[in-house]
């Protein structure tokens, strides 16, 4: 099955490059990035990940944000400046999406982990 090694290419161009760290990332251009089609890589994503793009994307952009709200080299910004940093597009998507994956709000996260 050609979907395996595809999904494992996926996973290791998301951990490598990052490119959910662009913020208006399309299904389109991440296909260009791991160079499958766009319908392939929805297969893999949605059959062999069990996600959607949309999901999988912002499951990154939250551990990327949860790895910069501890760091010290980002006091100087603030969440919102996180989230940009993130690939997120706007406050609001990123407090909701945060607070889906982990349960809390990105400050309360910070304010967890000091």
């Given amino acids: 099955d050609e979907l395996i090694p595809l999904k494992e290419k996926l996973e290791q161009?998301?951990?490598?490059e990052?490119?959910?760290?662009?913020?208006?990332?399309?299904?389109?251009?991440?296909?260009?990035?791991?160079?499958?089609?766009?319908?392939?890589?929805?297969?893999?994503?949605?059959?062999?990940?069990?996600?959607?793009?949309?999901?999988?994307i912002n499951?990154?952009?939250?551990?990327?944000?949860?790895?910069?709200?501890?760091?010290n080299e980002f006091d100087k910004y603030s969440i919102d400046g996180i989230a940009e940093t993130c690939g997120f597009n706007s406050k609001s998507s990123f407090y909701r999406i945060f607070k889906n994956e982990t349960g809390i709000t990105p400050t309360q996260f910070k304010n967890s982990t000091k």
């Fill in 18 to 56: 990052k490119p959910y760290l662009i913020p208006r990332l399309t299904l389109s251009s991440l296909a260009e990035i791991v160079n499958v089609s766009g319908r392939k890589l929805s297969v893999i994503i949605n059959d062999e990940m069990h996600t959607t793009f949309y999901d999988l």
């Fill in 13 to 16: 161009i998301l951990h490598t």
């Fill in 59 to 71: 499951k990154y952009r939250v551990e990327e944000a949860k790895i910069k709200l501890t760091l």
